[in-house]
């Protein structure tokens, strides 16, 4: 059968079974007032004695649907513009209620209190609120559709807490300008109320019990009623900002500085044209982040690493555009001068489109044994369109298209997808995806190390005699070249038993340069499953255990790897959690002619067993230490031979006073070969946030890599025996908003090899932004 049609074959003789959410698991009716809060966290303005009021009566976590063991108070109401929610969260020992003045997003751990909004009660995207009791925000979006929660949206919403002598309390306000709903007249919205309450173990309570023997969490939310004629006003958010930056590099060791200012103006535009449809806009964008990346360690890898997507343009309604596989992934657009994106909803259609230019061009290589960035010193256009359609609430088919064109170069791709949930167990996902390709005529020999030796001799390449690599051959195409991915899987989830199978071919000439495929001219074969207790009154309270096998070849039918693998996750006392696992594989190595792709007399088998652990757990209100740690065979890829593994990444963060708050990560990492250790290698990662107040805080961050080689151990190339490198960054910032800032800061860098013997500076920057949101 075609891999194409083999996805809608699952779906025949089925029958539909997931909801969503039900009136029947908390019904609340919701009074629609005139008159607003005052969002203080007093709670003390007359309106709040007409709002509905309910308790969060029931522990869904790790209690089975037990009694809550302490009381929380609500009460709700609306007027035409937002929805006003309160909380009254009594504690029997109000010393231990853990809260911090920390930035947004910043404040999990802490007592909490929040609401799950399903605007549209159909069980595929819901929005979160949190507040801890300082009124520190935290907000997210769960996508029931790919089973994945991103907290890198920010809304505009108000709340205020304060502490009291029997706990803490909230309020909160919440426009509905800033979601998307039904134009209906009459809403219904699936709705819950949560309250974390972290002692020895995090508690979680809620207005509604919560089935653990259904996979679906967004189809078991309740229902509040009474919402009528909403409005969202004008819906227009226009949000100028003015970035200035002054920056100094140079080429060492004894390079002179080089200076440029940049002074740039840019306006992004927010409009809701109608409940559910929005348009954004953006002209000349500040695209520069406040914050660093978190540091990674590039040590023995061979493929691409990954960057999680941070900026507010691409962030805004981004589910709209999610799939199952990382076929978008904005980070590709690195320096657009525009972009436009219309994201909408109609009925059981969901839609979004998406245009943007980039000064810069750069894309991903991929291979099955490594994969690469290249770039193309052209501007490219950019685009992506997206459809849903939710046939029931079991049942969503969808659409996908990216298309990237530079010059002579683009890249074009076209994907279909399906979820399809039977039961409240079972969950089937399909996607299939086809690309087209053009590559710029020469582009290969750009990363040649030698372009006097870049052509491939007749008799091949014995390794080191040529710089042909994976890249280069998986470049080397004269015309424009097809491929296609088929992906499948299949889910079953009961309360104590799950299972899966999982099945994605990948063709040697797919792309997806718009998106985050590193890996191609594989087929992967997926079998697991495994068993959950839940033990009562035991130092665990969840105990999982599973496995898994796998194989994997190449389009060729060649195999590349083969695994077998068991891990055990406890979770209990001291806010504990820890996973730990052992595996054991065979898969190849590097090829020995370079100039062929083939694997069978072309690699080395090598066989692994490692074993790997990571644990966190509270030892202390204001501590939290975590520890990520693996020892074992791997593959020195360097030299294409076996080695031993052993990597330590502990960390540990410590609220040093309520608005003071310390994180630290040290990662080491060597290699050990035969002939003695191969390199070992450390990064430290600081950031130190000092909270001024809700709205300002002064940020110092530093990453430190450290990297020491034997060169002598090397068999086919001669590295620096030594690499330090160190980022540093100070940042002020004011928010009055999450668009609404004004940034302060510097950052700077530098570097030590064999011929730099210290740390030497070799890049300065000064850099402020000043935005404003008008709400109109």
Same mark, same amino acid.
């Given at each position: 059968?075609?891999?194409?049609?083999?996805?809608?074959?699952?779906?025949?003789?089925?029958?539909?079974?997931?909801?969503?959410?039900?009136?029947?698991?908390?019904?609340?009716?919701?009074?629609?007032?005139?008159?607003?809060?005052?969002?203080?966290?007093?709670?003390?303005?007359?309106?709040?004695?007409?709002?509905?009021?309910?308790?969060?009566?029931?522990?869904?976590?790790?209690?089975?649907?037990?009694?809550?063991?302490?009381?929380?108070?609500? /009460?709700?109401?609306?007027?035409?513009?937002?929805?006003?929610?309160?909380?009254?969260?009594?504690?029997? @020992?109000?010393?231990?209620?853990?809260?911090?003045?920390?930035?947004?997003?910043?404040?999990?751990?802490?007592?909490?209190?929040?609401?799950?909004?399903?605007?549209?009660?159909?069980?595929?995207?819901?929005?979160?609120?949190?507040?801890?009791?300082?009124?520190?925000?935290?907000?997210?979006?769960?996508?029931?559709?790919?089973?994945?929660?991103?907290?890198?949206?920010?809304?505009?919403?108000?709340?205020?807490?304060?502490?009291?002598?029997?706990?803490?309390?909230?309020?909160?306000?919440?426009?509905?300008?800033?979601?998307?709903?039904?134009?209906?007249?009459?809403?219904?919205?699936?709705?819950?109320?949560?309250?974390?309450?972290?002692?020895?173990?995090?508690?979680?309570?809620?207005?509604?019990?919560?089935?653990?023997?259904?996979?679906? !969490?967004?189809?078991?939310?309740?229902?509040?009623?009474?919402?009528?004629?909403?409005?969202?006003?004008?819906?227009?958010?226009?949000?100028?900002?003015?970035?200035?930056?002054?920056?100094?590099?140079?080429?060492?060791?004894?390079?002179?500085?080089?200076?440029?200012?940049?002074?740039?103006?840019?306006?992004?535009?927010?409009?809701?044209?109608?409940?559910?449809?929005?348009?954004?806009?953006?002209?000349?964008?500040?695209?520069?982040?406040?914050?660093?990346?978190?540091?990674?360690?590039?040590?023995?890898?061979?493929?691409?690493?990954?960057?999680?997507? $941070?900026?507010?343009? %691409?962030?805004?309604?981004? @589910?709209? %555009?999610?799939?199952?596989?990382?076929?978008?992934?904005?980070?590709?657009?690195?320096?657009?001068?525009?972009?436009?994106?219309?994201?909408?909803?109609?009925?059981?259609?969901?839609?979004?489109?998406?245009?943007?230019?980039?000064?810069?061009?750069?894309?991903?290589?991929?291979?099955?044994?490594?994969?690469?960035?290249?770039?193309?010193?052209?501007?490219?256009?950019?685009?992506?369109?997206?459809?849903?359609?939710?046939?029931?609430?079991?049942?969503?088919?969808?659409?996908?298209?990216?298309?990237?064109?530079?010059?002579?170069?683009?890249?074009?791709?076209?994907?279909?997808?399906? /979820?399809?949930?039977?039961?409240?167990?079972?969950?089937? !996902?399909?996607?299939?995806?086809?690309?087209?390709?053009?590559?710029?005529?020469?582009?290969? /020999?750009?990363?040649?190390?030698?372009?006097?030796?870049?052509?491939?001799?007749?008799?091949?390449?014995?390794?080191?005699?040529?710089?042909?690599?994976?890249?280069?051959?998986?470049?080397? $195409?004269?015309?424009?070249?097809?491929? @296609?991915?088929?992906?499948?899987?299949?889910?079953?989830?009961?309360?104590?038993?799950?299972?899966?199978?999982?099945?994605?071919?990948?063709?040697?000439?797919?792309?997806?340069?718009?998106?985050?495929?590193?890996?191609?001219?594989?087929?992967?074969?997926?079998?697991?499953?495994?068993?959950?207790?839940?033990?009562?009154?035991?130092?665990?309270?969840?105990?999982?255990?599973?496995? @898994?096998?796998?194989?994997?070849?190449?389009?060729?039918?060649?195999?590349?790897?083969?695994?077998?693998?068991?891990?055990?996750?406890?979770?209990?006392?001291?806010?504990?959690?820890?996973?730990?696992?052992?595996?054991?594989?065979?898969?190849?190595?590097?090829?020995?002619? $370079?100039?062929?792709?083939?694997?069978?007399?072309?690699?080395?088998?090598?066989?692994?067993?490692?074993?790997?652990?990571?644990?966190?757990?509270?030892?202390?209100?204001?501590?939290?230490?975590?520890?990520?740690?693996?020892?074992?065979?791997?593959?020195?890829?360097?030299?294409?031979?076996?080695?031993?593994?052993?990597?330590?990444?502990?960390?540990?963060?410590?609220?040093?006073?309520?608005?003071?708050?310390?994180?630290?990560?040290?990662?080491?990492?060597?290699?050990?070969?035969?002939?003695?250790?191969?390199?070992?290698?450390?990064?430290?990662?600081?950031?130190?946030?000092?909270?001024?107040?809700?709205?300002?805080?002064?940020?110092?961050?530093?990453?430190?890599?450290?990297?020491?080689?034997?060169?002598?151990?090397?068999?086919?190339?001669?590295?620096?025996?030594?690499? /330090?490198?160190?980022?540093?960054?100070?940042?002020?910032?004011?928010?009055?908003?999450?668009?609404?800032?004004?940034?302060?800061?510097?950052?700077?860098?530098?570097?030590?090899?064999?011929?730099?013997?210290?740390?030497?500076?070799?890049?300065? !920057?000064? %850099?402020?932004?000043?935005?404003?949101?008008?709400?109109?």
């Amino acid at each position: 059968m075609p891999r194409q049609y083999f996805a809608l074959a699952l779906l025949l003789g089925s029958s539909f079974g997931a909801t969503a959410g039900d009136a029947g698991n908390f019904h609340l009716d919701i009074p629609m007032l005139t008159a607003p809060a005052e969002i203080d966290g007093r709670l003390d303005d007359a309106v709040w004695q007409q709002a509905a009021t309910t308790q969060l009566t029931i522990e869904t976590g790790p209690g089975e649907n037990t009694p809550a063991p302490v009381m929380t108070d609500a /009460k709700i109401f609306a007027t035409q513009e937002s929805l006003f929610v309160a909380f009254i969260a009594h504690d029997p @020992d109000p010393s231990k209620i853990r809260a911090n003045l920390s930035p947004r997003d910043r404040n999990w751990g802490d007592d909490l209190v929040g609401i799950k909004l399903d605007t549209y009660n159909d069980a595929r995207l819901a929005y979160q609120f949190f507040i801890n009791p300082f009124g520190v925000q935290a907000d997210s979006i769960e996508n029931e559709l790919t089973g994945r929660e991103s907290d890198a949206w920010d809304g505009i919403w108000y709340a205020a807490g304060e502490m009291t002598d029997k706990g803490y309390q909230v309020e909160i306000e919440l426009p509905f300008r800033m979601f998307n709903f039904d134009k209906a007249s009459v809403q219904e919205w699936g709705f819950e109320l949560i309250r974390y309450w972290p002692r020895d173990e995090n508690h979680r309570l809620s207005t509604q019990a919560r089935d653990r023997d259904n996979n679906c !969490t967004l189809c078991q939310l309740g229902v509040v009623t009474g919402l009528e004629d909403l409005e969202q006003g004008n819906d227009l958010q226009i949000t100028p900002s003015l970035v200035a930056g002054h920056n100094r590099d140079r080429e060492l060791p004894n390079g002179d500085w080089q200076d440029e200012t940049d002074v740039d103006v840019g306006v992004d535009v927010r409009w809701g044209i109608t409940p559910d449809l929005l348009l954004s806009a953006t002209i000349n964008p500040d695209f520069s982040q406040v914050e660093a990346d978190a540091g990674q360690l590039d040590v023995n890898n061979t493929f691409a690493l990954f960057f999680p997507e $941070k900026r507010a343009f %691409f962030l805004d309604n981004k @589910d709209y %555009f999610d799939t199952q596989m990382n076929l978008v992934y904005t980070r590709n657009i690195g320096d657009p001068d525009y972009g436009a994106k219309l994201t909408g909803r109609e009925g059981q259609h969901t839609f979004g489109a998406l245009v943007a230019n980039d000064t810069q061009t750069r894309f991903l290589v991929p291979g099955n044994l490594s994969s690469s960035v290249a770039s193309i010193d052209k501007e490219s256009q950019n685009v992506v369109g997206r459809y849903r359609y939710d046939v029931s609430s079991g049942l969503s088919i969808g659409a996908l298209t990216t298309l990237r064109k530079a010059g002579d170069y683009h890249n074009y791709q076209f994907a279909t997808d399906i /979820k399809y949930q039977p039961t409240d167990q079972d969950t089937f !996902t399909a996607q299939y995806s086809v690309s087209n390709t053009q590559y710029p005529e020469g582009l290969y /020999k750009e990363f040649c190390g030698d372009s006097d030796n870049c052509e491939i001799p007749p008799g091949g390449c014995e390794r080191g005699d040529c710089d042909i690599n994976e890249r280069v051959l998986r470049l080397l $195409k004269q015309e424009d070249f097809d491929g @296609d991915l088929l992906r499948l899987r299949y889910q079953r989830e009961t309360r104590n038993w799950y299972a899966n199978l999982h099945y994605q071919a990948t063709s040697a000439d797919y792309r997806a340069d718009l998106g985050f495929v590193d890996r191609v001219d594989f087929n992967k074969f997926v079998a697991g499953g495994g068993y959950i207790w839940y033990p009562e009154d035991a130092t665990f309270n969840r105990i999982r255990w599973g496995g @898994d096998w796998d194989i994997t070849h190449n389009d060729a039918g060649e195999e590349l790897e083969r695994e077998i693998e068991t891990s055990l996750e406890l979770e209990g006392k001291l806010q504990s959690y820890m996973e730990m696992g052992l595996v054991h594989r065979s898969r190849v190595g590097l090829r020995e002619d $370079k100039s062929i792709l083939n694997i069978e007399d072309n690699t080395t088998l090598f066989h692994e067993t490692f074993g790997w652990f990571y644990g966190e757990f509270w030892p202390a209100q204001t501590i939290k230490t975590r520890l990520n740690m693996s020892y074992g065979d791997t593959i020195d890829f360097a030299n294409n031979r076996p080695g031993t593994n052993t990597r330590f990444r502990p960390g540990i963060s410590w609220d040093v006073m309520d608005n003071l708050a310390l994180d630290f990560a040290w990662e080491y990492r060597s290699l050990d070969v035969a002939e003695g250790e191969l390199f070992n290698a450390s990064l430290g990662d600081l950031r130190l946030n000092w909270q001024l107040s809700l709205q300002s805080f002064l940020r110092v961050s530093s990453v430190y890599t450290d990297i020491q080689r034997d060169p002598s151990l090397y068999l086919y190339s001669t590295p620096d025996s030594e690499y /330090k490198g160190m980022f540093n960054e100070v940042l002020y910032g004011y928010q009055l908003n999450p668009q609404s800032v004004f940034y302060l800061g510097y950052s700077d860098g530098f570097r030590q090899d064999d011929e730099i013997k210290s740390l030497t500076q070799d890049e300065q !920057t000064l %850099f402020m932004k000043i935005s404003y949101a008008w709400l109109i």
